[in-house]
């Protein structure tokens, strides 16, 4: 599994199979089953979790105590309460496994320690920053700009396999709909 985590690193950095070996010995590599929560709203946020294989997803409790989820994590994608991570505080979201997963975990002294021996490393977070921010500025576009229609078909013509691959309440949860609303959707889809 590893090699996943090697093929991602090399489109952002060059890395020997040497400096690879050194680098992934900064990672502790966990399996967790469907459904397991990784990171607790509330508790300090200690990972940075990077998906080898499987799904994640994070979510918060809304005022009327539903979960609404924010962002999802597929093979190579990271998923953190950033903000949290970085400041080491208490989660404002948690982090579920939607799927058995694999996964990469580092802390942030391992990071640090990973950032000073490995100077690389910081050019490689700052491209995976750099595109998850784009990626949520788009996001946010889409929620404003269209009607919740136009964003469940944009959003299902960018990504049919993972609206097939999440289970339909959580991509509800993700788009701004209902359960309901969006089978409906689905439907209209299929005519």
Same mark, same amino acid.
Request: glycine share 2%.
């Given at each position: 599994?590893? &090699?996943?985590?090697?093929?991602? +690193?090399?489109?952002? /950095?060059?890395?020997?199979?040497?400096?690879?070996? #050194?680098?992934?010995? @900064?990672?502790?590599?966990?399996?967790?089953?469907?459904?397991? /929560?990784?990171?607790?709203?509330?508790?300090? =946020?200690? @990972?940075?979790?990077?998906?080898?294989?499987? =799904?994640?997803?994070?979510?918060?409790?809304?005022?009327?105590?539903?979960?609404?989820?924010?962002?999802? !994590?597929?093979?190579? $994608? $990271?998923?953190?309460?950033?903000?949290?991570?970085?400041? &080491?505080?208490?989660? *404002?979201?948690? /982090? #579920?496994?939607?799927?058995?997963?694999?996964?990469?975990?580092?802390? +942030?002294?391992?990071?640090?320690? +990973?950032?000073?021996?490995?100077?690389?490393?910081?050019?490689?977070?700052?491209?995976?920053? &750099?595109? !998850?921010?784009? !990626? @949520? #500025?788009?996001? +946010?576009?889409? *929620?404003?700009?269209?009607?919740?229609?136009?964003?469940?078909?944009?959003?299902?013509?960018? @990504?049919?396999?993972?609206?097939?691959?999440?289970? &339909?309440?959580?991509? !509800?949860?993700?788009?701004? *709909?209902?359960?309901?609303? *969006?089978?409906?959707?689905?439907?209209?889809?299929?005519?």
């Amino acid at each position: 599994m590893s &090699q996943v985590f090697k093929k991602h +690193l090399e489109k952002f /950095i060059s890395v020997s199979d040497e400096e690879f070996e #050194q680098i992934l010995s @900064y990672f502790k590599t966990i399996r967790v089953p469907k459904k397991e /929560i990784l990171q607790q709203e509330g508790n300090l =946020c200690r @990972y940075q979790f990077f998906v080898l294989t499987g =799904c994640l997803r994070k979510f918060l409790l809304n005022e009327k105590g539903v979960e609404v989820t924010t962002e999802f !994590a597929l093979e190579t $994608w $990271w998923m953190s309460d950033n903000r949290a991570f970085e400041f &080491q505080t208490e989660a *404002l979201f948690s /982090i #579920q496994a939607v799927e058995n997963s694999e996964i990469l975990t580092i802390d +942030l002294e391992s990071q640090e320690k +990973l950032y000073r021996d490995f100077p690389v490393m910081e050019r490689y977070f700052r491209f995976v920053y &750099q595109r !998850a921010f784009a !990626a @949520y #500025q788009m996001r +946010l576009k889409y *929620l404003y700009t269209m009607s919740k229609e136009d964003y469940f078909f944009h959003f299902y013509d960018l @990504y049919p396999g993972f609206v097939q691959r999440v289970p &339909q309440y959580l991509l !509800a949860s993700f788009l701004g *709909l209902t359960p309901e609303y *969006l089978s409906e959707l689905r439907r209209k889809k299929r005519s």
